[in-house]
């Protein structure tokens, strides 16, 4: 076939629609009429090779290729679980116009697939995109996020909390086929074992953030070491913690008011959370894996918190304590 003129026209055709529709949106649901991913892999390259010939200027030439290179990692994710892992499709959007392509999402970020890394990575484009003055229908923020893996435009836990509440509500909503679902989620509708894996590749991005902070920083005596890397992100973090913990103190206020928004409950427990799980990991840093198995443990906090949650076991904080609390089986 000759991709020219037909990959001409749809450039033609989306430039034509009012309202527009984004080449991602437009190319993944031409794409989805296709069953072979070896084929769809055939193709968007062709289009990426077309695109100089087809676009009006290079900045939208390049932005297509940078689009069909997203649908291009999303179709290898696909192959390798349909193919490989034989991973079943659900049925979840058999009725829906455009339902294939969902599914096929729903399948990506299914429970049984979805890791801590894609989780971030969606976190990340949401962050930006809504930086950036845009809102995007809730599909292509899937479609365009694993451009964001190894990258963290975050530097602190609040941020991240806020937008990974985002990232996992729109998760949720996608593989339970309720798209158009508002209501805000509960900090314990996060799987733990998810919401962990999240807290670990936060954790992994940070620290090479602060270690590119901590190399260029000619004040330093030493090389700093890992202990050093995880005191500094938990100092950071700490500060930003607490200083959204304390302004719960100004309830009532119009400051207060501007800031407060339906999921911030929400979010504080999560930051909490992160909290007593990086103190518990810097407690075990250089423990064996049969010590980090072990029933006993112990954690300490220096930072404000209404709630200590240790493991299972939760007990009241009053504010400005300093509290260690040790548990054993």
Not at 142 to 165: A, E, G, T, V
Not at 189 to 211: F, G, T, V
Request: with cysteine; glycine share 6%; proline share 4%.
């Amino acid at each position: 076939m000759d991709w020219k003129p037909y990959l001409s026209d749809i450039v033609k055709m989306i430039g034509l629609m009012n309202p527009p529709i984004s080449y991602i949106g437009c190319a993944w649901a031409l794409l989805n009429e296709i069953d072979d991913f070896s084929r769809r892999a055939d193709i968007l390259s062709k289009w990426q090779d077309l695109a100089p010939q087809c676009f009006p200027t290079k900045e939208a030439s390049d932005s297509f290729y940078a689009d069909a290179e997203c649908l291009i990692m999303v179709n290898i994710h696909l192959r390798g679980l349909v193919l490989m892992q034989g991973a079943q499709m659900p049925h979840t959007y058999d009725d829906v116009n455009g339902g294939k392509g969902l599914n096929e999402m729903a399948l990506l970020w299914s429970d049984k697939y979805v890791e801590g890394k894609d989780l971030v990575a969606l976190a990340s484009e949401i962050h930006k995109t809504v930086s950036n003055g845009k809102k995007d229908p809730v599909i292509e923020y899937f479609l365009y996020c694993n451009r964001n893996y190894n990258q963290l435009p975050f530097d602190n836990i609040y941020d991240f909390s806020r937008n990974l509440f985002l990232a996992e509500s729109f998760r949720q909503y996608l593989v339970t086929g309720k798209m158009n679902t508002s209501a805000p989620l509960a900090f314990t509708d996060i799987k733990r074992k998810l919401r962990n894996a999240c807290y670990e590749e936060y954790i992994r991005l940070r620290i090479a953030q602060i270690e590119v902070e901590m190399e260029e920083d000619n004040s330093l005596l030493l090389d700093p070491t890992i202990d050093d890397l995880y005191q500094e992100l938990y100092n950071q973090e700490s500060s930003v913690v607490n200083r959204e913990l304390m302004f719960e103190d100004f309830r009532g206020s119009q400051a207060y008011h501007d800031r407060w928004y339906r999921g911030r409950p929400e979010v504080l427990r999560m930051i909490q959370y992160f909290m007593d799980y990086l103190k518990w990991k810097m407690d075990n840093l250089h423990s064996s894996a049969s010590s980090l198995n072990s029933t006993t443990y112990s954690v300490q906090g220096d930072y404000i918190a209404g709630d200590k949650h240790v493991g299972a076991h939760i007990d009241n904080v009053s504010p400005g304590a300093i509290g260690a609390q040790t548990t054993q089986d």
